[in-house]
């Protein structure tokens, strides 16, 4: 498990060149706002999560697997991660925030998902 990083993985250098490449300026890693997003914008009023698949348990993904020891820890660490992902995103939201979750697995399709922060409230990129 050490060798899990927590920030500067791959999917967040892909997430923060497709940003770059929209035109789009953030912050990373937000401590002020809640959930702490890996990328946000809070004058335009935008949010991105990066999730990892095992940390975040992915629904239906291959990587979101439960260890095999002390399974009841792992099970209930899941199920609090997933509820407290899924309060930030409502209190983000609640407080006018077009907030996207970008999982591990996701390679394709990103740029389409990150688009809809420009479509959402017509941004015009910097």
């Known amino acids: 498990m050490a ?3 927590q920030k500067g993985t791959r999917i967040e250098t892909v997430v923060a060149e497709i940003l770059g490449e929209l035109g789009l300026r953030y912050r990373k890693n937000v401590k002020q706002l809640v959930g702490s997003p890996d990328f946000a914008n809070r004058s335009r009023r935008w949010a991105i999560f990066v999730n990892g698949c095992f940390w975040h348990h992915h629904t239906g993904c291959r990587k979101a697997t439960v260890p095999k020891t002390n399974t009841g820890f792992w099970t209930r660490k899941f199920r609090d991660n997933r509820r407290r992902d899924a309060k930030a995103i409502m209190s983000l939201r609640r407080s006018g925030y077009r907030v996207v979750v970008v999982w591990e697995c996701e390679r394709a399709g990103i740029r389409s998902k990150l688009g809809k922060i420009l479509e959402a ?4 990129p910097r």
């Open 3 to 5: 060798g899990v990083r």
């Open 121 to 124: 409230r017509r941004i015009n």
